[in-house]
Every structure is written in structure tokens, then in C-alpha cells.
């Protein structure tokens, strides 16, 4: 059993937090919802999450897995230095780390994705690149610790990839 901090604010694709969710805890691991403030926040199509703990409450060291989805959410994260500091632990430290879609913005703020290999979403692809990541425009693309996915389609190989990663 792994423990998986998930962050998320409001905007985020619903789907993209909602599916993966599922699968990581149906695998039997246990998952802590991040957020500015404990309060519930709001995907972009209406789903309302319940954020379990502020990122002030949390310690990147408490956890085996980060998971970013996407949607606007990580656009806003990105902002907070805080955010920006618990993803770089995973970046250092080799900890799984996996983004969907918009999600590998907040990896980019980090200052570390330089020479990883990396998907996303079309529009972040370019932002991936000028940060110094090889692209790859693939449904799901493994990078050592590091697992990134395009779009709400690609779910079901990305789900598959992230829960084979944290049963290892």
C-alpha cells in the first residue's frame, strides 16, 4: 500500500481526477487530496472535491506518489511556491510522480524537467519543450520515476501505467 498525495484546486478535469482516483484506491492504495485550504473545490464540469489537507499541513516526505491532474487546476498551482516546492521533492528524490494533460505545468515551474522525456496536452507540448524536455506526442510516456499522459482519452493506458507503477 503506497500513499499518493493528489493536489488539486478548482478547474481542475473533473474526469482526470476523478478516473485515476479511483484506480490508485481500487488498487488498494491510499490517497490524500491537497489543496490551498481544506475546503472543497470545484472541477471545471461541476464535481465537487473534498480536499483533505492544505498543502501548510503536508510534507512531501509523508508520501510515495505525487499525482497532478489536469484541467486549469495545475495552472493556478504553479503560482504557489509551496506547490512548486512538494512536486520538486519528487522530482529530486526519484519518487513516482505522474501528470495528465495541463498537470506537467507545475513540473515545469520546478525547474527540473529538463532532458526528461515527457507528454501532455497539445498546448502544453511547447512549454515542455522550451523547458528542456524531449517530447513525445504518445498516449502515455515513462520516464523512470516520472509517468505523463496527454488528454481525458488517454485515461485508461495512463491509469494502467500509474497503478503498475506503485505496485513495484
Not at 39 to 64: Q, Y
Not at 78 to 93: K, S
Request: glycine share 6%; charged share 20%.
Amino acid at each position: 500500500m503506497k500513499k499518493v498525495a493528489v493536489v488539486v484546486t478548482d478547474l481542475v478535469e473533473d474526469v482526470e481526477f476523478i478516473d485515476p482516483v479511483k484506480a490508485i484506491r481500487d488498487a488498494g492504495h491510499v490517497v490524500t487530496v491537497i489543496g490551498f485550504e481544506r475546503t472543497a473545490v470545484t472541477g471545471k464540469h461541476g464535481t465537487v472535491i473534498t480536499i483533505d489537507r492544505s498543502i501548510a499541513e503536508v510534507n512531501p516526505e509523508d508520501f510515495d506518489a505525487l499525482y497532478i491532474p489536469g484541467g486549469f487546476s495545475p495552472d493556478q498551482l504553479r503560482a504557489d511556491n509551496r506547490f512548486v516546492a512538494f512536486t520538486r521533492h519528487f522530482l529530486m528524490t526519484n519518487k513516482l510522480i505522474a501528470a495528465l494533460c495541463h498537470g506537467p505545468q507545475l513540473m515545469i515551474q520546478t525547474g527540473l524537467v529538463h532532458g526528461r522525456t515527457m507528454t501532455s496536452y497539445l498546448t502544453v507540448q511547447p512549454d515542455l519543450y522550451y523547458a528542456g524536455a524531449r517530447v513525445c506526442d504518445q498516449p502515455v510516456v515513462i520516464d523512470g520515476n516520472l509517468i505523463t499522459s496527454r488528454e481525458p482519452k488517454d485515461i485508461p493506458t495512463f491509469n494502467q501505467a500509474l497503478v503498475a507503477a506503485l505496485a513495484k
